[in-house]
C-alpha cells in the first residue's frame, strides 16, 4: 500500500456518508423531497436530540435491550449445550435432528401470538420469542461446528489418552467456537428482527414501540429516528462480537477442517 | 519396551466394497530400535501405524507390547500436519499429553520448556502455533511426543509437507533427540533417502493390499548426519530399496487398479 492509504481508507467511507446526508438536506431545502415522506436529517437530528432530552429514547432503548438481552442469553446457552451434543453424538442427532428441522423453518414471528396464548402478554412472551430464535440458529451452527472438526485432532487427543470429558472442554469446544460465532452474529441480528415484530404487535415501551407509535400519530421524524436507533444497535452487536471473535478465535482460518464427503 | 504384531489384517468395507489394505503382516521392534516403514502412497503404512497406535482395530491380528511399563502411555503419534491443535499456544499444545497424564501444570510446563528449547522454539513458548512456520509446527509435534515419554514413538511422515532444507533440519534435530532418549520408533514414510538417514532397519512395503516385501539393515554409522548420504553404503541400500520398489511400481501399473 502506498503512503497516505490508510487517510483514504478512513476518508473516503466519512465522505461518502456525509456526502449522502448533505445531498439529502439540500434536496429537502430545495423542495425536490417531500418533507412528509422524507424530512430533512438536521430535523432528525433535532427530533432524535429533543427525544433524548426528555428520556424517551432510553426508556424504549433499555427496555427493547433488556429484552433482547435475556431472550438471547435464555436461547443461545441451550442452543449451544444441544448443538454440541447433536455433533458429538450420532444418536443424540438421530433423536433430535427431525423435530429441529420440523421447527426451525417456521419463522419465529409465526409461533408469537401462540406463545402469548402460553406465556401471556407480559415480557414472557416476547424474551421467549428471541430465545426461540436465537436457539435455533446457534443449535444448528454449533452442531456444524462440531462436525466439521477434522478427525486429526480427535486421533491426537484420543493418542494421547483423553476421555470424553477432556475431549469435550480441550477439543469439541474450542475447535466448534468459529461457528458458535457465526451462530450467534445470525442470532443477534434475529433478535433484533424478532424484538421489533413483536413491540410493534404487543409493546407499550421499546424501539419496536416507538416506531409504531410514531406511525400511528403520523410523527415521521419519529420513525426515523427508530429506524436509525435499530440501525444503530446492529452495528454495535456486530462491533461486539467481532472484538470477542478476535480474542476467542485469533487462529480461525488457521484450522484443519474436515474432508467433505 | 518391544513391540510385536502378529498377523495384522485390516479390511475396510463390507462385500464388494471390502478393501483389503493390510494382509497379514507381522513385524517386530527391537529396544531402542529405529524402524523405518517405506512404500508407495495407499500401501496402507498410515492404517498399520492407527493400528499400533490403537486408533483402529485390526481386522485380524494382535498388536502386542513387551518389556517392563508402569504408568507411561504405550505410545506418542505424530501425525503428518494439522496435528498441532490451532487453539492452544505452542506450551500448551507440547503439554497436551502431560495434562492428559494429570501432570501438575507448574510440573507439565517446565518438562515441556525442557523439550521446547531442545527444538529451538523456548521463545515462542506463549504464542499461537498458527504464528509460526510449518516446520516450526511440526517441532512443536515433536516436542509434545518426546515429552509425554511414550515406550514407542509412532510418526506418520511427519515431515513430508516441509520444504526439503526445513526436512533436512528437523531429519537432523529428530535423530539428535532420539540419540539422547533412545526411544523406540517406528517411522513411516515414502522417501527413500529419508528411510535410510534415519532408520536401523527400512522394512519396504508392497501396496494394495500391504504386506512387507522386504527388510533392508541399514548399516552406517551412527550419529549421522547429511553426510552419511554420499558414503558407498547409503548408495548401495538406496539402489537395493529402490530396485524393490520400482519393481512394486511397475507391478502395480502392469496390473492397473485394483
Not at chain 1, 423453518?105 to 424474551?127: D, Q, R, Y
Not at chain 1, 421467549?128 to 452442531?143: D, E
Not at chain 2, 497424564?101 to 523439550?115: A, H, I, L, N, T
Amino acid at each position: 500500500m502506498n503512503p497516505g492509504s490508510d487517510r483514504i481508507r478512513y476518508l473516503l467511507p466519512v465522505l461518502s456518508v456525509s456526502g449522502v446526508l448533505i445531498l439529502w438536506e439540500l434536496l429537502g431545502r430545495l423542495g425536490l423531497l417531500g418533507p412528509l415522506f422524507f424530512p430533512v436529517p438536521s430535523r432528525i437530528a433535532a427530533t432524535f436530540l429533543s427525544m433524548l432530552a426528555d428520556g424517551e429514547i432510553q426508556a424504549n432503548l433499555s427496555v427493547t435491550l433488556v429484552r433482547v438481552f435475556a431472550g438471547f442469553c435464555i436461547g443461545t446457552v441451550p442452543g449451544i449445550l444441544i448443538g454440541l451434543a447433536m455433533g458429538a453424538s450420532e444418536k443424540v442427532r438421530l433423536i433430535l435432528d427431525p423435530i429441529v428441522a420440523a421447527i426451525y423453518p417456521i419463522p419465529k414471528l409465526a409461533i408469537f401470538p401462540l406463545l402469548m396464548i402460553i406465556f401471556g402478554i407480559g415480557e414472557s412472551s416476547k424474551i421467549a420469542a428471541i430465545a426461540i430464535g436465537c436457539f435455533f440458529l446457534v443449535l444448528i451452527n454449533a452442531m456444524a461446528g462440531v462436525r466439521n472438526i477434522s478427525r486429526v485432532y480427535f486421533e491426537v487427543a484420543r493418542n494421547y489418552g483423553a476421555g470424553t470429558r477432556q475431549l469435550f472442554t480441550r477439543i469439541i469446544l474450542p475447535a466448534s467456537l468459529p461457528l458458535i460465532f457465526t451462530g450467534i452474529r445470525l442470532a443477534l441480528g434475529t433478535s433484533l428482527i424478532v424484538v421489533v415484530g413483536v413491540e410493534f404487535v404487543s409493546a407499550n415501551y421499546g424501539i419496536g414501540a416507538m416506531i409504531w407509535n410514531a406511525w400511528e400519530t403520523f410523527e415521521i421524524e419519529k420513525l426515523y429516528v427508530g429506524i436509525l436507533l435499530c440501525a444503530a444497535l446492529g452495528i454495535l452487536f456486530t462491533a461486539i462480537l467481532r472484538q470477542a471473535e478476535l480474542r476467542l478465535t485469533p487462529w480461525f482460518g488457521h484450522m484443519a477442517y474436515r474432508d467433505l464427503e | 519396551m518391544m513391540l510385536e504384531c502378529l498377523h495384522l489384517s485390516k479390511t475396510f468395507g463390507e462385500g464388494s466394497h471390502a478393501a483389503c489394505v493390510l494382509d497379514d503382516l507381522s513385524l517386530t521392534t527391537g529396544d531402542g530400535e529405529f524402524l523405518c516403514i517405506l512404500g508407495p502412497s495407499g500401501c496402507g503404512k498410515s492404517t498399520l501405524l492407527r493400528i499400533i497406535a490403537g486408533l483402529i482395530e485390526p481386522t485380524e491380528g494382535t498388536v502386542q507390547y513387551t518389556g517392563a511399563r508402569t504408568a507411561r502411555p504405550l505410545n506418542a503419534m505424530v501425525f503428518q500436519e494439522h496435528g498441532v491443535f490451532p487453539w492452544m499456544n505452542v506450551i500448551d499444545n507440547v503439554a497436551f499429553g502431560l495434562e492428559m497424564q494429570g501432570v501438575s501444570r507448574s510440573e507439565r510446563y517446565s518438562r515441556s520448556m525442557d523439550f521446547l528449547k531442545k527444538v529451538g522454539l523456548a521463545a515462542h513458548a506463549r504464542r499461537n502455533p498458527h504464528e509460526l512456520s510449518v516446520g516450526m509446527r511440526q517441532r512443536i509435534a515433536l516436542a509434545r511426543a518426546f515429552v509425554s515419554d511414550p515406550a514407542i514413538l509412532l510418526m506418520d511422515e511427519p515431515f513430508a509437507s516441509l520444504d526439503a532444507q526445513t526436512r533436512i533440519i528437523l531429519q537432523d534435530e529428530l535423530l539428535k533427540i532420539w540419540g539422547d532418549q533412545k526411544k523406540t520408533v517406528i517411522f513411516v514414510t515414502h522417501d527413500i533417502d529419508e528411510a535410510i538417514l534415519l532408520g536401523d532397519r527400512v522394512l519396504v512395503m508392497s501396496s494394495a493390499p500391504g504386506r512387507i516385501r522386504d527388510v533392508i539393515p541399514v548399516e552406517i554409522d551412527r550419529p549421522r548426519d547429511l553426510q552419511a548420504e554420499s558414503t558407498p553404503r547409503f548408495a548401495e541400500a538406496r539402489m537395493r530399496i529402490w530396485n524393490i520398489i520400482r519393481s512394486e511400481v511397475l507391478q502395480s501399473m502392469a496390473g492397473g487398479l485394483p
